[in-house]
């Protein structure tokens, strides 16, 4: 079982992220990934490259579920001020 810090540690490392958030029960997570490699990326290809960050967690049944919001750093200042 995973726990959140976890999570969060292993997208830190693989995505420069300007904020990153995760909470979770230690089987379903969720992220508010905000970042500049998201710029010009559709929703898809932003999630697709977080997946990628986590794909072997996933294929080894350690992490199950991630639900994620992804932003841009213009996004993430335009919805917060």
């Known amino acids: 079982m995973m726990h959140p810090e976890q ?13 990153l958030q995760v909470i979770g029960d230690g089987h379903h997570f ?3 990934i905000v970042s500049a490699d998201f710029v010009g990326k559709s929703r898809v290809q932003r999630q697709q490259r977080v997946n990628e960050i986590l794909r072997g967690h ?5 992490l199950h579920a991630l639900s994620m919001k992804t932003q ?10």
């Open 72 to 81: 841009t750093p213009e996004e993430w200042s335009a919805a917060h001020g």
């Open 30 to 32: 969720e992220a508010l």
């Open 7 to 19: 999570v969060h540690t292993i997208i830190a490392a693989g995505l420069p992220c300007e904020h």
């Open 58 to 62: 996933f294929n080894s049944g350690e």
